[in-house]
């Protein structure tokens, strides 16, 4: 279990403990499912979103198997609760999908945006990756300089040009937590808005450097602050909202572009590695189509 979801786990845990001791519920464990759903309703109630209603089940399903009882949260009751926090507006997630019409103009902006040539070659490619490999950022990005085991490396990468593809291998995330890896492909698009065009035009100019694939001209590794502030300053650039959008925004749009060419919900979640159908929560196809044309 990586670091973060120990942590939500941790903390869902003891929010529904603070619940049932709060309501005078017995505190023994399997709890009931009429209290489980009591608490979810609460999570509403207080605004939270229906993701972290979701985790927080999920931990207390976790806190169940580790006890060694049944999984009581897993009932027809529950789940609709879930699903309607979802439909509802008011626990709707506020991200937007950054689509393929979004990014060709973003990318447009970056000669302008970034300090030098080099850099917008590195945040282009950074990008389109991200776009087209469903990727999560922090695969990507490091939350440190000094922290770099996790993201892709320059070993990672094989580019067939011959077949037009390009194959990175994710060393780890919070789906592969036996650090197994996984190895994405992608191809040739025959459009401006290209993945293996723009790593063509990156590699030529990145240092020959061992380490982290995606790296400034002195090695050091794109960072998730570094790659969060200069898509913030492409969208400014283009005056839209940047409120709205976050480097999840990448991984969200590229399951609501790939809905909306045809691909299925099973697809999709091999694409992006989902182990189960909250995928669903990221396709947003009718906020796709109320997004302005920046052509």
Same mark, same amino acid.
């Given at each position: 279990?990586?670091?973060?979801t120990?942590?939500?786990?941790?903390?869902?845990?003891?929010?529904f403990?603070?619940?049932?001791?709060?309501?005078?519920?017995?505190?023994?464990w399997?709890?009931?499912?009429?209290?489980?759903?009591?608490?979810l309703?609460?999570?509403?109630?207080?605004?939270?979103?229906?993701?972290?209603?979701?985790?927080?089940?999920?931990?207390?399903?976790c806190?169940?198997?580790l006890? *060694?009882?049944?999984d009581t949260?897993?009932?027809?009751?529950?789940?609709?609760?879930?699903?309607?926090?979802?439909?509802?507006?008011a626990?709707a997630?506020?991200?937007?999908?950054?689509?393929?019409?979004l990014?060709?103009n973003?990318?447009?902006v970056?000669?302008?945006?970034?300090?030098n040539?080099?850099?917008?070659?590195?945040?282009?490619?950074?990008?389109?990756?991200?776009?087209?490999?469903?990727?999560?950022v922090g695969?990507l990005?490091?939350?440190?300089?000094?922290?770099?085991?996790?993201?892709?490396?320059?070993?990672?990468?094989?580019?067939?040009?011959?077949?037009?593809?390009?194959?990175?291998?994710?060393r780890?995330?919070?789906?592969?937590?036996?650090?197994?890896?996984?190895v994405?492909?992608?191809?040739?698009? *025959?459009k401006?808005?290209?993945?293996?065009?723009?790593?063509?035009?990156?590699?030529i100019?990145?240092?020959?450097l061992?380490?982290p694939?995606?790296?400034h001209?002195?090695g050091?590794?794109?960072?998730?602050t570094q790659?969060?502030?200069?898509?913030?300053?492409?969208?400014?650039s283009?005056?839209?909202?940047?409120?709205?959008?976050?480097?999840?925004?990448?991984?969200?749009?590229?399951?609501t572009?790939?809905?909306?060419v045809?691909?299925?919900?099973?697809?999709?979640m091999?694409a992006?590695?989902?182990?189960?159908?909250?995928?669903e929560?990221?396709?947003k196809?009718?906020?796709?189509?109320?997004?302005?044309k920046?052509?």
């Open positions: 279990m990586s670091e973060n120990l942590s939500s786990y941790t903390n869902g845990v003891r929010r403990e603070a619940f049932r001791l709060n309501r005078g519920f017995p505190t023994s399997p709890p009931t499912t009429e209290h489980i759903v009591l608490f309703s609460a999570l509403s109630l207080q605004g939270l979103s229906s993701n972290t209603a979701r985790q927080y089940k999920c931990a207390i399903s806190q169940c198997k006890l *060694g009882h049944t949260t897993d009932s027809y009751i529950t789940n609709k609760v879930l699903h309607g926090m979802q439909k509802s507006k626990t997630s506020t991200r937007l999908p950054i689509t393929a019409n990014l060709s973003i990318l447009r970056l000669p302008v945006t970034c300090t040539m080099y850099e917008s070659s590195l945040f282009t490619a950074a990008f389109t990756t991200a776009f087209f490999g469903f990727l999560r695969e990005t490091v939350t440190s300089p000094f922290l770099r085991e996790r993201v892709v490396s320059i070993d990672d990468v094989l580019l067939d040009r011959p077949t037009g593809s390009l194959h990175l291998r994710i780890g995330s919070k789906t592969d937590q036996d650090g197994q890896g996984h994405i492909k992608m191809h040739k698009t *025959g401006p808005l290209c993945p293996i065009l723009s790593f063509e035009q990156f590699i100019r990145r240092p020959n061992q380490g694939l995606f790296c001209l002195n050091t590794p794109v960072t998730r790659f969060s502030l200069v898509l913030k300053k492409a969208l400014s283009l005056q839209i909202d940047y409120g709205k959008y976050n480097t999840h925004s990448f991984r969200i749009g590229a399951a572009t790939a809905a909306m045809g691909y299925t919900t099973e697809e999709i091999a992006g590695r989902w182990k189960s159908k909250a995928v929560s990221y396709v196809i009718s906020q796709a189509h109320e997004m302005p920046l052509n």
